[in-house]
């Protein structure tokens, strides 16, 4: 497995201030995940959850609580 590969094939998003200084993490998604948008005002963001090909899920989530919520699962 490469340096840094993710065993445990959990998404995490951090949050890195532009100016400097350390990333956050915000949330952490149990799954295979990407993050595929964030809102303009960078307080939500779409994951798209992949268990399998046949089965995904978007989860919107709240950047400020680190929750997220599943709202279609396709």
Same mark, same amino acid.
Do not use: C, H
């Given at each position: 497995m490469p340096a840094g590969a993710n065993a445990e094939k959990?998404?995490?998003?951090?949050?890195? &201030?532009?100016?400097?200084? &350390?990333?956050?993490?915000?949330y952490t998604d149990p /799954?295979?995940? @990407?993050?595929?948008?964030?809102?303009?005002? /960078?307080?939500?963001?779409?994951l798209l959850r992949l268990a399998s090909l046949s089965d995904s899920t978007i989860v919107l989530v709240d @950047?400020?609580?680190?929750t997220g919520k599943t709202h279609v699962s396709l």
């Open positions: 959990k998404a995490r998003i951090y949050r890195q &201030p532009v100016a400097g200084g &350390p990333a956050k993490l915000i /799954g295979s995940s @990407f993050l595929v948008d964030v809102s303009a005002d /960078g307080k939500w963001g779409m @950047f400020t609580s680190g």
